[in-house]
């Protein structure tokens, strides 16, 4: 134990020494003399009248360390139940402002916007994000673990630890006005939508940023470095004053459906069923939200994104369900992955409610509570699922996550997972895992996960993984090296895993210039990135060589130029498309690779990745053009596809998947989604269609429609069709 204090200490004292903040740029929160109202109106309501300015804008893009060209004035204050910011963003063409989209959580980088993110327990760990644009939508997400991970970045991380999560939805209220001063937006943030330490006065971590779309402008208030995004939480600046009341927090979010579902296939049928169930959101001293839900529904959640599998490797689909997004940052243990998607998740949620092929299990109820206590983050989550013939036994899912956070983006924490199989032959699976991070002066970092998992009738020896990852990450260049190995019969089942029994390496080299006056080239990043998969006996499975440089120029204009170098050990044949046969074998090939993206906040845009060359012995065509239309703010539209043409010793096929994504938006609340796709892979047809009039929070109106039809040559082999109406309401037990 004395050894043990001793390292805490040293570690504390280390972090200490290396660790900066932003000691430079701070500002002062006043109590409101009256309440403003929340209209938008900045400059003619007398509520803010006397409030202390924030007005120094530093640019990121394009001239990293320049004043921003337009003027932005931000204003804090606070009064018993709310936290309220004011952002006048005034701008000398008032005409030149760009609306882009108009739904709740729609990107406000291609859009004339303003964000500010909050880091209220100060800890540089976790904090929040609101923000909107000139027409007013509402935009919150929640950050974990420091915010560390770059825009660039993101393409090499995806899955765990991300460290941002849009999909969080709180209650809250913005509202924005344009005029020929430019456009404002006030915000109002109920204290019991945020966590804190406690009452009393505080000081919490602060950033603003402003988006000049026309101009491709991103400016903050406390500077970021071109190599981060604002969510990084140590490059905040720090908001004195606070003065917050009690936590509290009791809100009840009942919903009733109606259904009625329609199949036709050898056998026609139809049937209509009607339900109700409730979600409830408890805060629970200080720091803790307990989550309490009763027959979950999540049937106005968008449809997955079909994908084409042109591999041997398990297909990752991302959780977009709000009730497991929320605080997900906790849960996050395992590996990121690289260009072959997330390797490990010690907890995946989508295990919980979905069966094989996308089926629905019904969820009986549970509850997770998450957020600090006694110095530690705390997740537990218990939920069960019901029986469903010919699909899934009766279940229980549970667990637990600790998790230790020092300064200066350190921490170390533990989860443990239970799987109970409650059928007749069922059988309980266990995961254990650790993880950790420790964060080197401002810019580096090491992060290390462990984990072993416990099945009846697999070898405990070989039921583990682990990896060990040194980074860092300069204004110019970024680095990275892991190693990682997964033993044969490591299995956890409430997560995911995409391949068994190997030892990987990763490397990348990733570099940033820009140039001065170059042909209007704002900035070129050469880099190199090597994956590299290996059986636990030494057989090469997979390598992948990736050497680009992508230039970026002030027009927004993109283009990516490079070259992959790949290696495919095929341990048994498998097919690949239908009568198309890759044989065991090793396969060395090239392929050329092209990326071009035009300026995002134009009204049509394009982007496409483009590949040609070697493939599995034999070519390949890759082609995925991407077609972003949009009239007015209330009309967007992508339109994309994924075409490949492969020509192989054993065959040639070729790959179709279309896709169509269209929403009209009424308002930032009232808006109707549409997604039409089609998968030449599976030979089917789908559409899901979406009317949403929300309250707050996730809450409110949806309408949901889904067609399937699955082509067995032609006419339709089956079709599956349903009408879903839900509609759910956020009572505030407390006020």
């Known amino acids: ?41 900045v400059l003619n309501d007398p509520a803010w009248e006397k409030i202390p300015t924030t007005e120094t804008f530093t640019q990121k893009a394009p001239d990293e360390g320049e004043p921003g060209t337009e003027r932005t004035v931000v204003k804090v204050m606070y009064s018993d139940e709310f936290f309220y910011l004011s952002a006048v963003c005034y701008d000398t063409d008032s005409d030149g402002i760009i609306i882009s989209d108009t739904r709740r959580d729609a990107p406000l980088n291609n859009t004339d916007s303003f964000m500010f993110l909050l880091d209220t327990f100060k800890d540089y760990q976790n904090g929040y994000v609101f923000g909107t644009n000139a027409a007013g939508i509402e935009y919150d997400a929640q ?25 969080w939805d709180a209650a809250w209220q913005v509202s924005a006005q344009i005029g020929d001063f430019g456009w404002s937006a006030e915000f109002a943030i109920p204290f019991k939508t945020l966590r804190y330490k406690g009452d009393g006065e505080q000081a919490w971590g602060i950033n603003f940023q402003r988006v000049v779309a026309r101009k491709q402008e991103e400016t ?31 809100k009840l979010m009942p919903y009733v459906l109606g259904q009625q579902n329609r199949i036709e296939a050898e056998e026609f049928s139809t049937s209509s069923t009607g339900d109700f169930g409730m979600d409830a959101k408890v805060g629970v001293g200080s720091g803790l939200t307990l989550d309490l839900t009763y027959n979950t529904d999540f049937a106005q959640v968008e449809a997955d994104e079909q994908q084409i599998n042109l591999d041997r490797f398990s297909l990752f689909f991302p959780e977009k369900r709000a009730f497991f997004l929320e605080n997900a940052g906790l849960f996050s243990v395992g590996e ?63 667990v637990m996550r600790l998790k230790k956070e020092l300064p200066n983006r350190t921490y170390f924490g533990g989860m ?80 995911f895993i995409k391949r068994e029994n190997y030892r990987k390496w990763n490397g990348r080299i990733f570099t940033r210039f820009r140039p001065d006056n170059m042909f209007g080239l704002l900035e070129f990043r050469p880099h190199v990135n090597y994956d590299g998969y290996w059986k636990l006996d030494g057989f090469h499975e997979s390598g992948r060589w990736h050497i680009d440089t992508h230039w970026e120029f002030r027009s927004g204009f993109e283009i990516h130029t490079g070259m992959n170098l790949v290696k495919e050990g095929v341990i048994q044949d498998f097919e690949i498309a239908s009568g198309v046969i890759v ?54 539209s992508e339109l994309s596809s994924q075409y490949n043409e492969v020509s192989l010793e054993g065959g040639d096929f070729i790959t179709n998947l279309i896709r169509a994504r269209l929403t009209y938006s009424f308002s930032p609340r009232i808006y109707i989604q549409s997604l039409l796709q089609y998968n030449s892979q599976s030979d089917e047809w789908s559409m899901n269609w979406r009317f949403i009039w929300q309250q707050s929070a996730a809450t409110g109106l949806y309408l949901v429609y889904n067609e399937t039809q699955d082509y067995d040559g032609i006419p339709i082999h089956d079709q599956t069709r349903s009408i879903v109406v839900k509609f759910s309401y956020l009572f505030d037990a407390l006020n």
């Open 336 to 398: 990121g992955g690289s260009f072959w998607g997330p390797d490990i998740e010690m907890f995946f949620s989508r295990r919980i409610g979905i069966g094989e092929g996308g089926a629905r299990v019904p969820i009986l109820g549970g509850g997770r509570i998450t957020g600090s206590f006694a110095g530690m983050k705390v997740g537990a989550l218990s939920m069960r699922t019901d029986a469903v013939e010919d699909v899934t036994e009766e279940n229980h899912y549970s």
């Open 416 to 495: 443990v997972t239970d799987l109970n199989h409650l059928g007749q032959d069922g059988y309980t699976n266990r995961g254990y895992a650790l993880d950790g991070q420790l964060g080197i002066g401002e810019l580096s970092q090491i992060v290390a996960f462990a984990g072993i998992t416990d099945t009846p009738g697999l070898e405990k020896d070989k039921a583990y993984a682990y990896r060990l990852q040194v980074s860092r990450n300069t204004k110019q260049v970024s680095s990275v090296l892991s190693y990682s190995e997964v033993g044969s019969d490591f299995n956890p089942e409430m997560g």
């Open 1 to 41: 134990m004395e050894n043990l204090t001793k390292w805490y200490v040293a570690l504390f004292l280390l972090n200490s020494v290396c660790f900066s903040q932003n000691p430079d740029y701070f500002t002062n929160a006043v109590k409101a003399q009256s309440d403003p109202v929340i209209d938008g109106d």
């Open 220 to 250: 903050h208030w406390a500077p970021i470095s071109r190599q981060f995004t604002m969510n990084r939480l140590i490059s905040a600046g720090t908001l004195n004053g606070m003065v917050t009341p009690p936590p509290r927090n009791l």
């Open 143 to 167: 950050i974990t673990g420091g915010g560390e991970q770059s825009s660039m970045m993101a393409r090499f991380s995806i899955g765990t630890g991300g460290g941002f999560n849009v999909n």
């Open 583 to 636: 044989p065991a074998s090793t396969y060395d090939d090239k392929e050329a690779q092209i990326m071009i993206m035009t300026n995002r906040t134009k009204a049509i845009s394009f982007m496409s990745m483009n590949r040609i060359g070697g493939f599995f012995g034999g070519n390949r065509i890759n082609l995925t053009p991407t077609l972003n239309i949009r009239f007015g703010d209330k009309f967007t």
